[in-house]
């Protein structure tokens, strides 16, 4: 046994079991032993480390159900299968250290369980801010905030928890290159852009980045939000989705408009429940001269107290005569409802009946009427018939 070799630094009743054909050869540098060893410290440490994580998650979770709040449930929820990468990383980084490995191979053990514990607190990261965002919305909801708070709120929470996700991958991500001495200076790089000062500046500098700054000006502006009614490139919809670099609505058909974030600032748009979702409609009719107005606001006045009387909100109603033509009036009928859905069913409604209240009463239909006029001249006048 060479006295260089690693099994030399064994102790003496370990080293005595070795056989020689896994000291003499070697791979790499590290010998047949060593990778027999490498390959049961692994085993060993994904099952002790499945092992670790269901203890911890089990007391943890005893004593979160013995409080009255359910997040600390959900934070433990969260730690699962993502506590067991770090303590894999220890229970790794301990084992390889009793098989002696070369330094240029431990090196690279390490970056290994560095990288484990790194993916590890990320994904837990990424998991927390989901959890943080839904408590933050259901207490909101529990406190009875009104629904324009509400979404308001959930704009907010949907684009921060955008903003720290990417926050924490391009962390994670530059944390694991500086391990390598090679790409140190990118890895450096790319976590001081993800520094809160340095942050604004490194987007602010990178056009692909700086939509992240478009979701932060809406998250905060809050133009639109998760829930409303928008008109948008001519198209009716709600807002289903607010991203760091476009908004998906969804139009009134199902199909779903995609706007880039950054157009979405620029260019005007109509938000028809910016400040409540209560909306007025209007719906126009053409009748004749003859027409009595009186007698259309009384069906209009029946038309919502009965059949509209589960779409009409009560605020507001009205006829008006709001042109004369030269063969025909335009009679404008006003209502209201709680939002633009009703609001769209209760035209539709008034239209159709006051059609049929006219076609009922056919005198009020429009007409075509001819008038001949024969102007009398001299010798009409003096014309005897023989």
């Known amino acids: 046994m060479d006295a260089t070799s690693p099994s030399s630094e064994l102790p003496p009743f370990l080293a005595r079991f070795l056989p ?22 692994i085993v ?48 790794l980084g301990a084992g390889t250290r009793w ?14 369980c560095t990288w484990l514990v790194i993916y590890g607190v990320a994904r837990f990261l990424l998991r927390l801010y989901a959890i943080v965002g839904d408590s933050v919305v259901q207490a909101a909801t529990d406190n009875g905030a009104p629904p324009p708070r509400l979404r308001g709120l959930r704009t907010q929470v949907t684009v921060l928890r955008r903003v720290a996700e990417v926050a924490t991958v391009v962390v994670a991500f530059a944390l694991a290159l500086i391990q390598f001495d090679l790409v140190r200076s990118v890895g450096v790089s790319l976590l001081a852009s993800a520094g809160i000062a340095g942050l604004v500046i490194g987007l602010a500098a990178q056009k692909t980045l700086s939509n ?36 998906v609505v969804k139009v009134w058909d199902l199909r779903r408009l995609v706007i880039p974030i950054n157009q979405l600032l620029e260019k005007p748009f109509q938000n ?60 404008r009928a006003l209502v209201s409802a709680a939002d633009s859905g009703k609001l769209w069913d209760l035209r539709c409604l008034v239209r159709e009946k006051l059609v049929a209240f006219l076609a009922r009463n056919p005198r009020w239909l429009p007409v075509n009427r001819n008038q001949t006029r024969v102007q009398e001249t001299d010798e009409v006048k003096g014309f005897v018939p023989p």
Do not use: C
């Open 20 to 41: 020689s054909f896994l000291v003499d050869r070697s791979l790499f540098g590290i010998e047949a032993w060593q990778w027999l060893a490498l390959v049961l410290v």
């Open 44 to 91: 060993v440490a994904i099952a002790l480390g499945v092992l670790v994580e269901r203890g911890l998650l089990g007391v943890f979770g005893r004593a979160a159900r013995l409080t009255k709040v359910t997040w600390d449930d959900k934070v433990v929820g969260a730690a699962h299968r993502t506590l067991r990468f770090v303590a894999l990383a220890a229970l």
């Open 99 to 112: 098989i002696l490995l070369p330094h240029g191979a431990q090196h690279l053990a390490d970056i290994a």
């Open 212 to 247: 992240l700054l478009a979701g932060i000006q809406i998250s905060i502006t809050q133009p639109v939000r998760i829930g409303d009614v928008v008109v948008i490139e001519n198209e009716w919809g709600w807002i289903e989705e607010i991203t760091l670099s476009y908004v």
């Open 272 to 331: 028809w429940s910016r400040l409540g979702t209560e909306l007025l409609g209007t719906v126009e009719v053409r009748a004749d001269y003859t027409v009595d107005v009186e007698a259309v606001r009384a069906e209009l006045r029946r038309i919502l107290e009965n059949e509209g009387q589960s779409l009409w909100d009560g605020r507001a109603q009205g006829v008006q005569m709001t042109d004369a033509g030269d063969r025909v009036v335009v009679v």
